[in-house]
């Protein structure tokens, strides 16, 4: 027996007092997860429902457009996610009650960080190619090109939640966000075969990480704030997933953009030659970075 329990056998009447004055707080289970149950119908539906979209346009990438297979999973896909919103209304232990999503402003702070996670792992997949295949940087120093745009967002997501979320809100900061972040990639579409890292890759990683910084942490916090009790649980899950599912389908959108720009410009060239490969690879990245990498003002950027 420890000294500590002979103690409390010999002067029980010290013991209370020593946890009544304890800081510690014995928190009871309440029980409230206990007649939760899983929604298996609804997971089945999203679930499929999100692997036939992000399969169809992973489809389009390696046949086409016009096959019947790719729309096929791009219909399911959508009927699947319809399916589950009618499920929603009606299973008892919904995934996702439907409730969170009425109040306007969450809705639309879980479609920021849908889009803001679409555009982020974009990013992250296209200059990693690009820093590799075409600077030859290796693993980790392509990981570590990546460390000023994290720092950018990290400062960025400080001075946004503390200083200009109280001053000007939510609905200005976030669009503020999204604007900075679109020049930023706007601005990646000037690399070019003989580009370096310093001067056209660093500052515009700078941009975009400042951009996301001043979208994702407001959003979260629009997401999750003000949310019934009982659905607090469920609202930092759903803005959680969304990004997950903005990576997802972005990353297969985009990839196959990038694929279908590689092969128009290759169309009509020598397809062999390592120079016009190589600005092959460049047109699919762009691409992916900005649709809008054709108008005359964003070509005047181009090295290429």
């Not at 994290?150 to 966000?177: C, E, F, H, Y």
């Not at 500052?203 to 019934?228: F, H, Y």
């Amino acid at each position: 027996m420890s000294e500590d329990e002979q103690l409390g056998r010999q002067h029980p009447d010290v013991l209370a007092k020593d946890r009544a004055r304890s800081p510690s707080i014995l928190l009871s289970n309440h029980g409230d997860a206990a007649g939760s149950k899983l929604d298996v119908p609804g997971t089945i539906l999203v679930a499929t429902g999100l692997f036939s979209l992000v399969n169809g346009f992973s489809h389009a990438e390696t046949h086409d457009w016009g096959s019947p297979l790719t729309w096929g999973f791009l219909i399911a896909g959508g009927l699947l996610l319809a399916a589950f919103a009618w499920w929603q209304n009606r299973a008892e232990h919904p995934l996702l009650p439907l409730r969170i999503l009425l109040d306007r402003n969450r809705a639309a702070s879980f479609l920021a960080v849908l889009i803001a996670g679409a555009g982020m792992f974009g990013v992250f997949l296209f200059l990693t190619y690009y820093l590799q295949l075409n600077l030859g940087f290796s693993p980790t120093k392509t990981g570590v090109a990546f460390l000023p745009m994290v720092g950018a967002l990290m400062v960025m997501a400080q001075l946004g939640t503390t200083v200009l979320l109280p001053r000007i809100g939510s609905k200005a900061v976030i669009p503020l966000g999204f604007a900075v972040a679109t020049a930023g990639m706007a601005w990646l579409t000037g690399i070019g075969v003989g580009s370096h890292y310093l001067s056209a890759v660093l500052p515009q990683l700078v941009v975009i990480g400042l951009g996301l910084g001043l979208v994702i942490p407001p959003a979260m916090q629009l997401a999750t704030g003000g949310v019934a009790a009982e659905d607090a649980r469920v609202a930092s899950a759903t803005v959680n997933a969304m990004q997950q599912v903005g990576g997802s389908i972005g990353t297969a959108l985009l990839n196959t953009l990038a694929a279908s720009a590689a092969t128009d410009y290759l169309a009509g060239r020598d397809a062999t030659g390592k120079l016009v490969r190589a600005h092959a690879t460049i047109e699919s990245y762009t691409t992916a970075f900005d649709r809008r990498t054709r108008t005359p003002f964003l070509n005047s950027l181009r090295r290429v």
